[in-house]
């Protein structure tokens, strides 16, 4: 019997309405009268084979059954569900944060490490990675590319710098990209490595900037937003507020030529505004960067009607940073998985099992969130015998998309979601593990996929 699909979800339009499989990920429009008849047809006694079909929904039935919206047999559904979780990439390490130290020079108040927190600031080693640890981090990044099976020169594997603020520790960073680019005539699975650094900017001198460049070595500011409110939890240690200087660095990186980028963490009050990251991006030039989701836990927590505003937020700024050629990471993520119909596993590199963190004493973990108790740091640089690819914890972090979860089985946005942040959904409360959702990702998915249906009908109806 054809029947609806349980992964067929239906979104209303002008005049129209959307049928799409969540994991099939293909739209079928139909205009009102199409999408009655089916109804009807649906509903009555003779749906039994799509041959059964009336000549006036005939098109639109093979369309669906296509794309699996209708299926006709029992296990149809099973069978796709199936398909998809062989396709659940396992643990390929190509990603490493480098920690170069544990220290920062600001406590912002949402900070997800910790560093707004006295007991879990506590627990950050003082000490900065050193060179000699830094010549074994590169040689165990390299051996974990080897034992990925991404030892070729097409591979294309990222180091970000990281802390803390790295900057505390810029003669390692310098370092450790001069080694990285020396070894890309020698190491063929590193020739194409991406460098980058994800800073406040406050130590950035005109000199780091010029040397950074010549390394190759992005730079990625961390902000708020375009105004002193909007940055108001961005404070240094003494709390006092930073805006004003992170502007400064700003400008010397736009005079220099070093393109920043920004990321732009989403306070309550940075959404109120759109108008200001706008003026923020035509003032500096940026060309990239990317917006965060504030995360909550038991003692920062975020009201629900912060995520949906979060959530709405970066949908309009996408549409008007389009006019201007410039695409933020997180939806384009989302999008292209939905302009090529591919299901997307993971928004992270953590649990993609893509990405090693390692700290600068040398403790090699999962996930970057968990530096103050190092929880999931389960090895160290000097165990030449470690294979991530094989660690029990990186294999459980790489099956923790939302393709197997029960509980998103019924959500549309099941295909393009990726899940949210493990750490996160520990964090919100007592009891939470890393399986458990984060409700933050929840409501911006949901959101992202039914303007990107929407999106895609004002594109086929004005083309």
């Not at 750490?423 to 984060?438: F, P, R, S, V, W």
Request: glycine fraction near 6%; aromatic fraction near 8%.
């Amino acid at each position: 019997m054809v029947k609806l699909s349980r992964y067929a979800h239906t979104f209303e339009l002008d005049g129209a309405v959307a049928l799409y499989h969540s994991l099939r990920m293909k739209p079928v429009y139909l205009n009102r009268e199409s999408y009655e008849n089916l109804q009807a047809w649906l509903a009555g006694s003779f749906c039994n084979t799509l041959e059964e079909a009336s000549d006036a929904i005939k098109k639109e039935v093979n369309e669906l059954a296509k794309f699996k919206i209708l299926t006709r047999t029992d296990d149809e559904d099973e069978k796709v569900l199936k398909f998809v979780k062989s396709k659940i990439p396992k643990p390929m390490i190509n990603v490493c944060y480098m920690i170069l130290s544990e220290q920062c020079n600001l406590a912002c108040k949402y900070c997800f490490l910790g560093n707004n927190d006295s007991e879990k600031r506590s627990n950050f080693t003082l000490e900065s990675m050193s060179k000699e640890t830094a010549d074994k981090v590169i040689d165990f990044f390299i051996r974990q590319i080897k034992l990925s099976d991404l030892d070729d020169e097409d591979n294309k594997p990222v180091i970000i710098f990281y802390g803390g603020e790295p900057l505390v520790n810029y003669e390692v960073l310098v370092y450790i990209a001069e080694k990285i680019n020396a070894l890309r005539r020698t190491e063929k699975c590193i020739k194409n490595t991406e460098l980058s650094m994800v800073t406040n900017g406050l130590l950035l001198t005109d000199e780091r900037i010029i040397r950074l460049k010549e390394l190759g070595v992005s730079i990625g500011i961390s902000i708020d937003g375009f105004n002193e409110e909007a940055n108001k939890m961005r404070v240094d240690l003494a709390g006092n507020p930073v805006y004003s200087r992170i502007l400064k660095t700003l400008d010397r990186c736009k005079e220099l030529g070093a393109n920043a980028s920004l990321s732009v963490t989403l306070s309550e009050e940075t959404i109120k505004n759109k108008s200001d990251i706008l003026q923020l991006v035509d003032n500096y030039g940026v060309h990239s960067f990317g917006f965060n989701i504030m995360m909550s836990s038991e003692e920062f927590v975020l009201p629900q009607t912060y995520n949906e505003a979060a959530a709405q937020f970066i949908l309009d700024e996408f549409v008007e940073l389009r006019k201007r050629g410039i695409y933020e990471d997180r939806i384009m993520r989302k999008l292209k998985a939905f302009s090529k119909a591919q299901v997307y596993f993971s928004d992270c590199a953590a649990t993609a099992g893509g990405q090693i963190v390692i700290a600068p004493n040398g403790q090699v973990g999962i996930c970057h969130g968990c530096l103050h108790d190092k929880k999931y740091f389960v090895a160290d640089i000097w165990n030449d015998d470690f294979d991530a690819t094989k660690d029990k914890n990186f294999i459980e972090w790489s099956q923790l998309t939302p393709i197997n979860k029960e509980e998103c089985q019924d959500c549309p946005a099941l295909g393009i979601c990726g899940g949210g942040c493990p750490i996160n959904a520990m964090n919100l409360k007592n009891g939470n593990t890393i399986h458990d959702l984060d409700e933050r990702f929840c409501v911006h998915s949901k959101m992202t996929l039914e303007f990107l249906i929407k999106d895609l009908y004002r594109i086929i109806t004005e083309g």
